[in-house]
């Protein structure tokens, strides 16, 4: 099947052609470890997984490279300036920077796993490819893109690089008179980044190395052209990340990698648009409060609601969070849930595979066409209600559909069941007894008391014809 992707350098949606003939090599540039990740990190590790099953559902060899930041990223992104965020984050929870690495990582594959996210092929980081890194600057050096602000560090020489700023349209001389931020008038341009920082004399960090240049430690923008060169090769078909790191970081990244290893250094860009918070705002972390996957656990939502939440949207366009917003995509998806379990009950004949054929196509186009999930669920919603299609072959695509789309719908209509075929213990079918007599005297208030207990014991009452059913909450 054709596959078409939108190319962020090109600006258009192009039909992807893969280097290595289905072999697709990616990179996304991964979370940096100072703190939880929130929902906009999330939203956009939910984009990277629905590519690769994209990839996976149309017979390719998915080689995922995702790194894990954990030193160099600076608070100032336009400047390189401000502290370490993983400093930062260290003297805030008062532990050692491998410490948070470690325990915001684990946090970070937590909520990955939650969100039934596969796991990256390779996941190195930073820390562990800083040779890689000094080697990487030292080309840069000996080509002459690179110059010393003493005190400071190793810069990038932007104006060096003609085609400086062409994943954002941007001419050199654009971003100049654009840019946002006061700048270190050290810089010979605004633009020119940091390579190499050294650490300030007065203060000790918890990481730095030696390099040819002085003690220090590299910059944000160096660690994945190294470790996407390293693990995928000089030249790989697609790299990804959030719609704000095209300007500074993925802009940044080509002008180190393509005067090393020519033009292009990457096929296709793609960018994930951004999760924002209730007041219209980006979603990050820098803004102190935000939310993450525990506010979701702590509502008691299943994590693979807010993934369903971000399928039925298309990733380049903006999602407004709200948990109003998660509470309906929550019943529209339980509401799945039910009819797949219905189906599960009731399962009858054998796989019509023409059928099968013809509905797989038409639940992976859209997907294969820019990632256009919302419109690969209409079709399941048709496919559901299609009556000339049998049930084992609903339920052939259904797990076609979670491989897809990852959704867990088999998993969660079994629990369905199993819960439904569960036997209440007596105290709780004492109370819907007593429910059901103070219903039928219309003493209304007693009645929805003893709904309530029953709640918060786990169970949810359904009136029937001939009394009560009860069944186990998931
Ligand atoms: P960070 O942990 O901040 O380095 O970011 C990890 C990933 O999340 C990067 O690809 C970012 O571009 C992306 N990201 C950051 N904020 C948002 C947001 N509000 N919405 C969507 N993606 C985001
Ligand atoms: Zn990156």
């Known amino acids: 099947m054709q596959i078409r992707l939108f190319n962020t350098m090109t600006r258009k949606v192009e039909e ?3 280097l290595i003939p289905n072999h697709v090599g990616f990179y ?5 470890v100072y703190h939880y990740a ?7 590790m939910v984009g990277n997984d629905l590519l690769k099953r994209m990839f996976l559902a149309n017979g390719f060899v998915v080689h995922h490279v995702m790194n894990i930041t954990d030193v160099g990223h600076l608070t100032n992104e336009d400047d390189d300036s401000g502290e370490d965020k993983m400093e930062k984050g260290a003297a805030r929870d008062h532990k050692s920077v491998w410490d948070i690495a470690k325990f915001y990582l684990d946090e970070f594959l937590r909520d990955s796993d939650d969100l039934n996210i596969m796991r990256p092929t390779d996941m190195p980081r930073a820390t562990e490819y800083i040779n ?3 080697e990487l600057i030292q080309k840069l050096e000996e080509l002459g893109y690179t110059y010393e602000i003493p005190n400071d560090g190793i810069y990038y020489d932007t104006s060096k690089f003609v085609d400086y700023g062409a994943l954002t349209g941007g001419t050199l001389a654009g971003q100049r008179a654009g840019a946002r931020v006061e700048y270190n008038d050290a810089k010979r341009n605004p633009t020119d980044f940091a390579l190499w920082k050294y650490s300030p004399k007065d203060v000790q960090r918890q990481m730095e190395w030696d390099s040819p240049w002085g003690v220090g430690f590299p910059g944000w923008h160096t660690e994945c052209c190294v470790m996407s060169m390293k ?3 000089n030249h790989f078909d697609i790299h990804t990340g959030g719609e704000d790191l095209s300007r500074v970081h993925h802009t940044n990244e080509i002008a180190q990698s393509e005067p090393i290893v020519g033009k292009p250094w990457v096929n296709y860009w793609i960018h994930f648009s951004f999760l924002l918070d209730k007041s219209g705002d980006k979603m990050a972390k820098s803004k102190g409060e935000f939310l993450g996957m525990n506010a979701v656990r702590a509502r008691n939502i299943d ?3 807010y993934r369903y939440w971000i399928v039925l949207g298309h990733y380049q366009s903006q999602l407004a969070f709200s948990f109003e917003a998660l509470e309906s995509a929550a019943a529209g998806y339980k509401n799945l849930v039910r009819k797949i379990a219905d189906l599960m009950n009731n399962k009858s004949g054998d796989v019509d595979k023409d059928l099968y ?3 797989h196509d038409k639940l992976l186009a859209p997907v294969s066409d820019n990632l256009k999930t919302a419109e690969s669920l209409v079709v399941f919603q048709d496919l559901l209600k299609d009556s000339a299609v049998n049930s ?4 052939a695509l259904i797990e076609f559909v979670d491989d897809l789309l990852g959704l867990k719908f088999v998993e969660n209509a079994k629990k369905l069941i199993d819960a439904e075929s569960v036997k209440a213990p007596d105290e709780i079918e004492d109370l819907a007894q007593k429910r059901l007599m103070a219903k039928k005297s219309r003493d209304f208030a007693t009645a929805d008391d003893l709904r309530n207990q029953i709640d918060a014991a786990g169970w949810t009452v359904m009136d029937t014809q001939d009394g009560f059913k009860l069944i186990k909450k998931l």
């Open 303 to 305: 994590p693979i609601i």
């Open 231 to 233: 693990l995928l090769g």
């Open 357 to 359: 054929q013809q509905w």
């Open 132 to 134: 890689e890194q000094i």
């Open 38 to 44: 929130h929902l906009g990190n999330m939203r956009t």
């Open 392 to 395: 084992a072959t609903k339920l």
């Open 28 to 32: 996304s540039c991964g979370p940096t």
């Open 16 to 18: 992807f052609k893969p």
